[in-house]
């Protein structure tokens, strides 16, 4: 995450659905300070009592969760990100008070496996349905993003090949020069 953050990327979502709350605390608490360090933005996943807790002013949360915040827990966050999985979904979330979405999976990835992406057509229906800034997220590569922006994507979420590159600065170069 160190070499990550260095890179400057416009944010990193802390995803970790595998953790306990306190285990996640634990975890965001170390990762915020990474971020900071860098001056990279750090956006907290799911759990809004840790975020709250420790000051983070972002949030990234699935669909039913955003159903069910409150507009007192909304107003803790400055930033309110939602995953959508269609136009109807992102016209909601944008309702609902949503500052990004996440529209995905676009391609084919291994962190949806057997499951087609949902392709450019999906992701340009969803941009043109919503004001907020709208990235794309699955399958995402350097050779896509192009198409993906091309779209109405504002930008494009990365996670496997981040986490499993040997050189982030490598890697996320030919992304910082779309």
Not at 41 to 70: N, Q, V, Y
Not at 139 to 158: F, P, Q
């Amino acid at each position: 995450m160190e070499k990550i953050a260095a890179e400057k990327p416009d944010g990193i979502i802390l995803r970790e659905k595998d953790l306990s709350e306190d285990e996640y605390k634990t975890l965001a608490k170390s990762i915020m300070a990474i971020c900071s360090k860098h001056g990279t933005a750090c956006i907290l996943h799911s759990f809004t009592k840790a975020a709250f807790e420790l000051g983070c002013r972002a949030i990234h949360l699935p669909m039913d969760m955003m159903r069910t915040l409150s507009n007192y827990e909304k107003s803790a966050f400055d930033v309110i990100g939602v995953s959508c999985h269609s136009a109807k979904e992102a016209c909601e979330a944008e309702a609902l008070g949503c500052t990004y979405i996440t529209a995905g999976h676009i391609f084919a990835t291994d962190c949806k496996k057997n499951l087609p992406g949902r392709g450019i057509e999906f992701l340009r229906d969803v941009c043109k349905s919503v004001s907020v800034p709208v990235y794309a997220i699955g399958g995402i590569t350097a050779e896509n993003a192009k198409d993906v922006l091309s779209a109405g994507a504002y930008g494009v979420c990365v996670m496997s090949g981040t986490m499993m590159c040997s050189n982030p600065r490598e890697y996320l170069s030919p992304f910082k020069e779309m």
